[in-house]
């Protein structure tokens, strides 16, 4: 069965067994034979029904539903990335969210953006094995996500005005049965707006079960001057306390960067970003690039968003896990303990039940500064 069930290009050539399926505006129910059903101007089955319109604001509409054994293994997404001037966060107002299983609480939850390695409310290009974002808000997830009774993912508008038109596409396989080992994908977005000195900033916690975790994304937006990325990255595993099993060696590190990103560019300090299959930094910005008022300057605090999957080099826990951060920079008098602005997206594997996520914070805390 599990030779049957890989996927990825090792397992290419293996025959699958499985009975491919789509789920989007023209398929809703992702059914045999019903896709491409409505008519537009051009006549029937010529686009007649792209995308979902006018999501309205408090509304939270089901994109995909559909029962098991199955696997999940790629989304695509597009959206416009604000509706007026004045509303210009929607990839921070869409709250994406998945259940498993009939679960009550959701397995992932997180503002559409920042589940993409895009945070801020903004996007960049994005060119790892499991996210892709290309050219313009095309939002990519290759992660596997398989289930055995059902699944299904929400999206919630908490943005101020209706979505006009919101692009989406679930593509998925229904098999007979899935491996007994079988884990569930899991995801949780968390932000302080101000980390705390001699603190770490927690990327994940309350984790009981056996799983792996995955992947970091973070949004840091910077509030002090000098070099911000010696902070170490910590893994606590299977009962850890006081101190990790896993302890890395600076926030630059553990993103596979080195010497702080920059060159020297006519005098002056440039940092590099970047994209690989497994690690990246792909955002830089001190400047409002999504809307510009002539009235308004628009320098914004340092934003830097980064990506780290661990999927060459999963780390595993059998009960319990949990992962933090450090605030510490250096300048010309050394090491110094920093407080900035933090956001992060964990993403793990693992057995259920899971422990409940702490209340997402509110759309206007969740907004870039």
Known sequence: MYQSFKGGLGGIALAKNGRSRAINAENPHGE????????????????????????????????????GPGEINHIWITVDNKTTDADCFVLRDLVIRMYWDDEEYPSVESPLGDFFCCGFGRECAVNSVPMAVVPNRGFNCYFPMPFKKKAKITLENQH????????????????????????????QWRRERLTEK????????????????????I???????????????????????????ICGTGTEDYFGGSWSFAKQVD?????????????????YSAHDELIHNFYHNDD??????????????????????????????????????????????????????????????????RWPR
């Open 219 to 245: 949004a840091l937006t910077t509030l002090e001057r000098y070099w911000w990325g010696e902070g170490e990255v910590k893994f606590y595993i299977d009962g850890d306390e006081e101190y990790p099993t």
């Open 160 to 187: 101020a005005n209706k979505i006009p038109a919101f692009f989406y596409q679930v593509d998925y396989c229904l098999y007979d049965e899935l491996p007994e080992d079988i884990t569930y994908f899991h995801a």
């Open 32 to 67: 045999k034979g019903k896709g491409g059903m409505a008519a537009s101007h051009l006549g029937p089955s010529r686009k007649g029904s792209p995308c979902l319109n006018d999501i309205e604001p408090g509304e939270t509409v089901t994109l995909a539903e559909m029962e």
């Open 198 to 217: 001699q603190k770490d900033y927690t990327i994940l916690d309350g984790v009981k079960g056996k799983g792996h975790y995955v992947g970091t994304y």
């Open 267 to 283: 005098g002056k300090t440039v940092e590099q970003n970047y994209n690989t299959p497994y690690l990246g930094y792909p955002y």
């Open 300 to 365: 914004c605090p340092p934003m830097r968003g980064f990506y780290r999957w661990h999927i060459q080099d999963p780390i595993c826990f059998d009960e319990d896990l949990r992962v933090t951060i450090q605030q510490i920079g250096v300048g010309y008098r050394g090491l110094f303990e920093r407080q900035d602005d933090v956001a992060s997206v964990a993403y793990w594997y693992q057995t259920h039940p899971h422990a409940p996520f702490a209340p997402l914070m509110s759309k206007e805390d």
